[in-house]
C-alpha cells in the first residue's frame, strides 16, 4: 500500500514537472488589428504647415509587421508608404519604426517636402480596449526633401482610427 502511495506521489511529481517544462511564460504580444484614421499634421521644418491626415495600417498576423501610408492633405498632398517593424509596449500598445518614401511633388512644400524622398517613421498605436478605436501619433522625418536645398522635413501626425 506504501508502495501506491508514493507510486501516485511520483506521478503528480513528475507531471507537475512536465507542465512546468512545457509552459512558456506570459510576454506583451504585438496589439492586433488593421486600421483606418484621420486627425491633424503639423509640418514644422518649412515653417508651420498645419493639414490633415489620411492614415491605414495593414497588420500582418502573428508577425511584427505592418504595411502603413499616410496622405497628409495641406497646401500640397504627400503620400508616404512605409513597412514598419512593430514592438509590443503592453497588450493594447504598440511602438513602431517605419521605413518608406516620401511621394510629394509640385512647387509649393507639403508638410513633408516637395519631391520624392526616403523617411524614417517612429510611432505609437493604442487600441482602446473593448472597442474598436485606435489612437494613434507619428513623426515622419524625410531626408533630402526639398527640390530646391537639401533640408530635412519633419511632420508630426495624431488621430483616431477604426480597427478592421
Known sequence: MKFLKYLASAAVISSSFSLALLTKPVQAQVAYGSYIGVGPTVGISDGAQVGGVLGVRYKLLETPISFRTQALIGE???VVPMVSYDVPLNWQTDAYLGAGLVLAGGDTPSPVGNKVSFALQ???DYMVPNSNTVIFGNAIIAFDAY???SNTAVSIQGGVG???
Do not use: I, Y
Request: a positive charge.
Open 76 to 78: 500640397n498632398t504627400a
Open 122 to 124: 517612429p510611432g505609437v
Open 147 to 149: 527640390r530646391d536645398q
Open 162 to 164: 477604426l480597427r478592421f
